[in-house]
């Protein structure tokens, strides 16, 4: 069956980075398309990044833009989430989630996914 499993999150300090890694199984990631979200406590789940199923397609939220990065390692099955400049307000439980939807549309809409991993918490902190 699907599975999302996210690691690498962590304790880090302000202007900081990390790599978050989403290792997918049950399904090749360059059939689907993959999302980062993040969810802040008292806050909705907010998408930051995308990648189309194709490669070719990559979206990022405003709040990220210049500071992450998703990239994806067909081979291992990975999608990657570089996090740079890393600030108090990125603390968060991040999540990796994928759509059987082929289209972009909508793509940091939480509700359009699918399968979700666990999360990994970020918390960025002196």
């Known amino acids: 069956q699907v599975q999302l499993v996210e690691s690498g999150g962590g304790l880090v300090q302000p202007g900081g980075s990390l790599t978050l890694s989403c290792a997918a199984s049950g399904f090749k990631i360059d059939s689907y398309a993959i999302g980062w979200f993040r969810q802040a406590p008292g806050k909705e789940r907010e998408g930051l990044s995308y990648i189309s199923s194709s490669g070719r397609r990559i979206y990022d939220a405003v709040s990220v833009k210049g500071r992450f990065t998703i990239s994806r390692d067909n081979a291992k099955n990975t999608v990657y989430l570089q996090m740079n400049s890393l600030n108090p307000e990125d603390t968060g439980f991040y999540y990796c989630?994928?759509?059987?939807?082929?289209?972009?549309?909508?793509?940091?809409?939480?509700?359009?996914?699918?399968?979700w991993g666990q999360g990994t918490q970020v918390t960025v902190s002196s």
């Open positions: 989630a994928t759509r059987r939807s082929l289209y972009d549309s909508r793509w940091s809409i939480a509700a359009t996914y699918d399968y």
